[in-house]
C-alpha cells in the first residue's frame, strides 16, 4: 500500500513596512558647553527637523528585521531660547565648520543586526547594531530603543551617544570663543513610523 506523503505547509512570514516620518516624531541632539559659559549658560539642545526612513518589521522573528534612517543635516537647528546672534552664530558654526552640510547633506543609520526581548503585548526592548555614516565617516554605532507596535502604528523611543571625533568633527567653538562643547554628543529620539500597504 502507497501513501501520499504531503509536504508539510511553510508558513511565510510576511515583512511588514513602516514608513518613517518626521512629523509626529522627536529627535534632538544634546551637547555639553564646557569651559566658560556664553550668555545663555547652558548645554545646548539641537532639533533634527527632518528625517525619513523605513522599518521592515518581522514581527515573528524581529532579529530578521531591519532599519534605514536618513537625516538631512542642513535640518539641525538649535532650539534654546537664547539670543538671536547666538542661535545664528552656533547654527552657521555647526553648519559650516562642523556638519560641514554642504559638502555631507546627508547623515544615515543602516541596521541589519536586531536583537530583542518582549516586554508586553506589542512591546519590545530591541538591541541595534548598525552602522552611522556622517560626515563621509561610518562607524558601528549600537542603539537601544523600546518599541510599540499597535495596529499600523509602530513608535521607537530611546537614547545613545556619539563622539565627534570619531566621525572627523572638531567641537563646535562659538560666540566668540566662550563657548566650547565636549566630544561627546546625546541623541535621544522618539520616532513614530506608519504601516505601508
Known amino acids: 500500500m502507497h501513501y501520499a506523503i504531503n509536504p508539510t505547509p511553510t508558513t511565510e512570514v510576511t515583512t511588514v513596512r513602516y514608513a518613517i516620518q518626521s512629523k509626529g516624531s522627536s529627535f534632538t541632539v544634546r551637547a555639553f558647553a564646557t569651559g566658560l559659559l556664553s550668555a545663555f549658560g ?6 533634527i527637523r527632518d528625517f525619513e526612513g523605513e522599518v521592515l518589521l518581522n ?8 532599519l534605514h534612517l536618513l537625516i538631512h543635516a542642513a535640518s ?9 546672534n547666538d542661535r545664528q552664530e552656533i547654527d552657521r558654526q555647526m553648519h559650516e ?17 536586531i ?10 526592548w530591541v538591541a541595534l547594531s548598525g552602522e552611522l555614516t556622517m560626515h ?48 561627546e554628543l546625546k541623541l535621544s529620539f522618539d520616532i513614530s513610523a506608519s504601516k505601508q500597504v
Open 76 to 84: 539641525l537647528s538649535v532650539t534654546d531660547d537664547i539670543k538671536e
Open 97 to 113: 565648520n562642523v556638519l560641514e552640510s554642504d559638502g555631507y547633506p546627508e547623515i544615515s543609520y543602516a541596521c541589519s543586526k
Open 115 to 124: 536583537s530583542s526581548s518582549k516586554t508586553g503585548d506589542g512591546q519590545y
Open 59 to 66: 514581527p515573528d522573528a524581529l532579529e530578521k528585521s531591519s
Open 136 to 183: 563621509g565617516v561610518t562607524h558601528s554605532q549600537p542603539v537601544s530603543a523600546r518599541v510599540a507596535v499597535n495596529g499600523d502604528a509602530l513608535r521607537a523611543t530611546g537614547e545613545f551617544s556619539v563622539l565627534q571625533s570619531d566621525y572627523d568633527i572638531r567641537p563646535v567653538s562659538a560666540v566668540g570663543g566662550t563657548v566650547k562643547l565636549k566630544d
Open 42 to 47: 547652558h548645554s545646548p539642545t539641537i532639533a
